[in-house]
């Protein structure tokens, strides 16, 4: 394979959230090697991402995907080669990721350092369909996993003035470290502050409950107006209860926390609710549950949503826990 063919299967594996460990390396050496390469990977984000913007609730993957090469082949985009369409052909399907990236302003979504510009800075707003999830390189390199369903907004001058970030929804960050000006995501009434680490943010807005679960370094979490701190360290997680305001700090397996990165459902006596929630979001449905005391049954399961179809899952949570079910479309009663 050459270096050519190489950088194509990286920048779509990037796009497409498919990159496995030390790609992202990879990609980043291949764009520093030559102007054309950089310019390659701005015109394969620029189809990727007007395909997947057009929907803003229900991704199919696979549509997507065939758009994406009918553009490519329409537009005589560099890279539009018969291996590259065959080698994703047969699993582009079972992919869920997908990014829409609404830049506000004349800036772009780039790998790299961005230089100041004279202009007044705006915001580059990230945003996930439900059913989707995906990868995010930012400007410092700090890679971000985002969930479906998640939005996440920083400023231009990313890197430059501030590493701020507000973020409604679940992602996973693996900060690069700048002792000078530490990273800062906002969620909700939530801060947290990196202090060189790897880390896992849940915090939807229609959510009973914020969870920070640390995986590698520490983390400074602070609510209240910055009144309220904790500091975590690796196999801990804070809980902020929404409805209560009340804040605990448990023991727990960090890794359990990220196995939605790479599409396994790990539901751990988890309250059906949540769970519904959780489905919701992954596969772009409406769930409802009729009977009230489902809704605090505990369920324990393990599935992969990028192999298990929605109705797989429900009929398997069903036939476990006794629990009666139909579906119409995108419509899943639980009774």
Request: a negative charge.
């Amino acid at each position: 394979m050459t270096s050519d063919d190489r950088g194509q299967y990286l920048v779509i594996d990037f796009l497409t959230g498919n990159m496995q460990p030390g790609e992202m390396e990879d990609l980043r050496q291949w764009l520093s090697q030559s102007e054309e390469n950089r310019n390659y990977f701005t015109d394969m984000k620029d189809l990727w991402f007007s395909v997947v913007c057009d929907s803003e609730y229900e991704f199919d993957a696979e549509k997507a995907y065939e758009e994406f090469w009918n553009r490519i082949n329409s537009s005589q985009a560099p890279g539009s080669r018969n291996n590259l369409r065959n080698k994703y052909k047969g699993w582009i399907k079972y992919s869920a990721a997908a990014i829409c990236a609404v830049i506000l302003g004349a800036t772009s979504f780039i790998i790299g350092k961005n230089s100041p510009t004279p202009h007044a800075w705006t915001d580059v707003v990230v945003q996930v369909p439900m059913g989707a999830r995906t990868n995010v390189l930012l400007p410092d390199s700090t890679e971000v996993q985002l969930n479906a369903g998640t939005r996440m907004v920083y400023s231009q001058n990313y890197g430059i003035e501030n590493r701020n970030i507000i973020l409604n929804g679940e992602a996973c960050f693996k900060v690069k470290h700048n002792e000078e000006m530490p990273l800062t995501v906002r969620s909700g009434e939530m801060k947290i502050q990196d202090v060189g680490t790897v880390f896992n943010i849940r915090n939807y807005n229609n959510d009973d409950t914020a969870i920070v679960t640390l995986i590698e370094g520490e983390v400074k979490v602070m609510l209240d107006g910055n009144k309220t701190q904790s500091n975590l360290i690796p196999d801990e997680r804070l809980v902020f209860d929404k409805r209560d305001g009340s804040v605990r700090i448990d023991k727990t397996d960090a890794t359990a926390s990220t196995q939605w990165t790479i599409g396994t459902l790990l539901f751990d006596e988890e309250k059906l609710t949540d769970i519904a929630k959780n489905l919701e979001r992954r596969y772009g449905v409406s769930i409802t549950i009729k009977q009230e005391d489902l809704r605090n049954r505990r369920i324990y399961g393990n599935f992969s949503s990028d192999e298990q179809s929605i109705t797989e899952i429900i009929d398997n949570i069903c036939t476990v826990a006794g629990i009666r079910y139909t579906i119409e479309g995108k419509s899943i009663t639980l009774y």
